[in-house]
């Protein structure tokens, strides 16, 4: 028995496309003492696999060349050596871009037992919503930007599947919630599906400058939850408010930081506004995702979290989903479904 | 009676010197019903000054042309036509460059009742270790760097008043104490009075970056107490540590932010090192600078806490004494002696 497998063949200068991946036929893996047999049910594209297939210095290891491509899946158990776990059970975790992986209890984050079955919420939702994005989006929101009723946040790729989940969020925390997207589509998903009380489309406008100030509209933001760097960083930060938060959460704007950038320079205005910047990594907090993916489920039931999902059929699709992403293509959360749940 | 005055006539680009105040004769203020009549005996020269002469956007208003200077001073009650105030008594608080001021309550910081009179300490201490300086320094440290034992932290201007108090409280939580600085002479001080474990003078080698290679030896900076900003700030980031603290105390390198410099793009260090960056303002917290002054106090009577003042006589000096500051030519706090106590 075969396990199809994406495997990484070049790194990319700037972001992944289709042709620095490629269809592998692997071995179907067996289940050593230990180990827990998953298949694969949905594997996921995200923004953050860019850093991941590069050789820069980042948070995790490059991925090697030849290797199936990292990847958060979800999937079922389909044999156990390990007393934690039991066939049937559903789990997600390190899996990778294939269809069935031989783990260790270290490679999985949670097991998932508010999606698929007779839960109102499908599986695919455990890797968006109540996975990397929306854990990311309660988590960085709340320990760094702590938003106050009253207060301003302004969110960069604001219809993204972070994005989405914060501007929410933030909403039900009684924040003016702000845009920045990349489309007229996106502005309108803002708007009608995700709360927000004004958004701009950063395209529409040769001056980036004039049209977030228009955003802001005579509110300085206490908020800025970054998920861009570059320019639209740049042309925030002069609206920032005293003791305005900075979520560094993304820097999708920046090709390369070899060489390094430049960027006006900050340090006056950390002093005079009182400004807290702070980098996000939601790998830190592992030991936090179920309790999250709890409060987060409790909200999608009760019909006050809006989450959108861009589903794409087949492993092979895996590397054209990644590209979409960079090339704004997609609409919510980009999944992968490769098997059924109970087939 | 006269009232002898340093006004500010002419606003400096670049820091300011001598040439843009002069020194004025205005009337003995009276004391009016809620006011207190303060004999100034030491005024101050900050580096700060810098910020409030400038009418660059900053945490305070710009001191008006013709105004008499703004300075924190220490003075003696010498009428009091409030409650809360006795004759005799000492205060702290924005006195300004001159003689005597009629002050409300809302000027004064505290009373100073630690020092004078049969205390060991000096008057003049209130203005630096116990006043802007030391209190900015512990409470930069503390709230912001957070430091751990162990852990190493480099100090910008590290003989300074602030820095020189910042490197021994934490060489006192268990750190390892790295300064850079600006002579010889003060890292001769920094290693041999401030308990810094090591210490460079950065004009002493054209290679910055090498310099501070060197003086890391190895270590990875876990806190950076950045009071320069520029292309020191520039050659230290690369070396701070996963999950380093920033505290922004100071931009003295930069001359002027108007046209706004540049400086290399952090966003993707904030991510993979998850740093945090806080700018700091000692007057944010004047609730807590009895009680710090009464900690910092109690370390030099144990003989715990070094300081040095630079001591100048007579009011005329003060413009020089700023002057110097920017011109490198002070060791320690820069404090200018108007007046005896109790004469």
């Known amino acids: 028995m075969s396990n199809q497998q994406i495997i990484l063949v070049r790194r990319p200068k700037g972001y992944p496309r289709a042709e620095h991946f490629a ?12 180990e827990v047999l998953i298949k694969n049910l949905f594997v996921s594209a995200d923004p953050a696999m860019r850093g991941w297939v590069s050789d820069e210095k980042n948070y995790l290891k490059p991925v090697g060349i030849n290797s199936v491509m990292r990847s958060i899946a979800v999937g079922e158990v389909i044999e156990s050596q390990h007393p934690d776990y039991s066939e049937g059970e559903l789990v997600t975790g390190w899996f990778g ?31 968006g919503v109540l996975g990397l994005n929306g854990i990311t989006a309660y988590l960085a929101l709340n320990q760094i930007g702590q938003p106050k009723a009253g207060e301003t946040i302004l969110i960069s790729t604001a219809a993204g599947a972070v994005g989405s989940i914060a501007g929410q969020l933030a909403k039900q925390a009684g924040c003016r919630v702000l845009g920045i997207t990349g489309s007229d589509e996106k502005v309108a998903q803002c708007l009608s599906d995700f709360g927000y009380d004004a958004a701009i489309n950063y395209k529409q406008d040769g001056n980036l400058e004039r049209s977030i100030t228009e955003l802001c509209n005579g509110n300085s933001i206490d908020i800025f939850f970054d998920q861009t760097s570059g320019s639209i960083s740049d042309a925030v930060w002069p609206h920032m408010n005293l003791n305005g938060r900075i979520i560094q959460c993304g820097t999708s704007a920046i090709d390369s930081w070899s060489p390094k950038p430049q960027a006006p320079r900050r340090e006056r205005d950390f002093i005079t506004k009182r400004l807290l910047q702070q980098g996000f990594v939601v790998f830190d907090h592992m030991e936090k995702w179920p309790a999250v993916a709890e409060v987060l489920a409790a909200l999608i039931r009760q019909k006050q979290l809006q989450y959108k999902e861009h589903k794409y059929q087949g492993l092979n699709k895996a590397p054209t989903a990644l590209e979409n992403l960079y090339l704004g293509n997609n609409t919510g959360k980009s999944v992968i479904q490769i098997n059924h749940f109970n087939n």
Chains 1, 2 share one sequence.
């Open 97 to 127: 871009w294939q269809q069935y992986a031989a783990v260790t209890p270290d490679q999985i984050f949670r097991k998932v037992t508010e999606c698929g079955g007779s839960n109102l919420i499908p599986v695919s939702a455990s890797l």
């Open 23 to 34: 269809l592998s036929e692997g071995t179907m893996p067996t289940c050593k003492n230990g």
